[in-house]
């Protein structure tokens, strides 16, 4: 299952909301995780099936979206938000597949 | 806390093997699939293998199957990535992750630069 993110680079204010969005080559129905990768870390779990929230994720951190569509929306962005983020799918489990990430950077 | 820490990483030269290793602790390591996730400097996340609970299920990442091999032993709650035949687009962070077919636990990463 090919994964494609959009943008690859997306500039939004302190303060404004940020959508990205996932795309997947075929359904895998709820079957998706967003991650926030900062520089130097490891990932950490935002979202999971597709739209529940990890444990101690802020509410500001919303996923949406089923089928081969998918939406990451952050409100009320704070510089700690600004990051690498991928989406990846676990449908039918195995191969699994990140898409290829997208900056959130400072406008 | 629940802790992941991987260890083995260094320089290699390319066609030579290397082991790395994942210590858990904080949680029933024995009760979790666990996985090798990996990250080609300033690139990626790119899944690489996947243990199940008790060891009996290995699944790779095509393009791998064949050089590298996932184990554990859940008596020392530890995870395993045995590296062979190492190339140079193999030069990455590596970390293990688990505890479903997402990832709620990670490492904090071991790199791995296959280099003559």
């Known amino acids: 299952i090919v994964m494609t993110q959009s943008p690859a680079t997306l500039s939004v204010s302190p303060g404004e909301r940020a959508t990205l969005s996932c795309r997947t080559s075929?359904?895998?129905?709820?079957?998706l995780a967003w991650y926030q990768q900062k520089p130097g870390q490891a990932p950490r779990l935002l979202i999971y099936g597709a739209s529940t929230r990890a444990t101690g994720v802020p509410v500001k951190f919303s996923g949406s979206g089923s089928g081969t569509e998918f939406t990451l929306t952050i409100s009320s962005l704070q510089s700690e938000d600004f990051a690498v983020y991928y989406c990846?799918?676990?449908?039918?489990?195995?191969?699994?597949?990140f898409g290829q990430g997208t900056r959130l950077e400072i406008k | 806390q629940v802790q992941l820490v991987e260890s083995g990483g260094g320089v290699v030269q390319p066609g030579r093997s290397l082991r790395l290793s994942c210590v858990a602790s904080g949680f029933t390591f024995g009760r979790y699939a666990m996985h090798w996730v990996r990250q080609a400097p300033g690139k990626g996340l790119e899944w690489v293998a996947v243990?199940?609970?008790?060891?009996?299920?290995?699944y790779y990442a095509e393009s791998l199957r064949g050089r590298f091999t996932i184990s554990r032993d859940n008596s020392n709650s530890t995870l395993y990535l045995q590296m062979n035949s190492l190339r140079p687009d193999d030069t990455a962070f590596y970390y293990c992750a688990g505890r479903a077919y997402y990832f709620d636990y990670w490492g904090q990463g071991t790199l791995v630069t296959v280099s003559s």
């Open positions: 075929q359904s895998i129905s709820n079957n």
């Open positions: 990846q799918q676990y449908d039918n489990w195995l191969p699994i597949t």
């Open positions: 243990s199940s609970f008790d060891g009996t299920i290995e």
